[in-house]
């Protein structure tokens, strides 16, 4: 986590940017190995449907993850400001 809170919105675009790419190409080039193992075997699509739908799932439980995280850390820095005046 980047320790200026303030980072400028391009940064915070950048790292959205990344996830998405990292969520499709990810989930596709999985999902592209299953193809080839299915075409190679000769089964259904059973292996492009399993490496895609587990790839996916991770990839999200993944950013789930990060985000609750980066919120929590947010929380935290905030406490001190929430606890209202020094008597």
Do not use: C
Request: no cysteine; glycine share 10%.
């Amino acid at each position: 986590m980047n320790p200026n809170p303030f980072r400028d919105q391009g940064a915070q675009q950048g790292d959205g940017l990344v996830m998405a790419f990292e969520l499709v190409l990810t989930t596709t080039i999985f999902a592209g190995l299953g193809f080839w193992l299915d075409r190679t075997i000769g089964t259904l699509p059973l292996f492009t449907i399993v490496f895609g739908v587990f790839t996916l799932a991770y990839e999200v439980w993944k950013i789930v993850g990060t985000y609750d995280a980066e919120m929590a850390a947010h929380s935290e820095a905030r406490r001190p400001l929430r606890q209202g005046p020094i008597r």
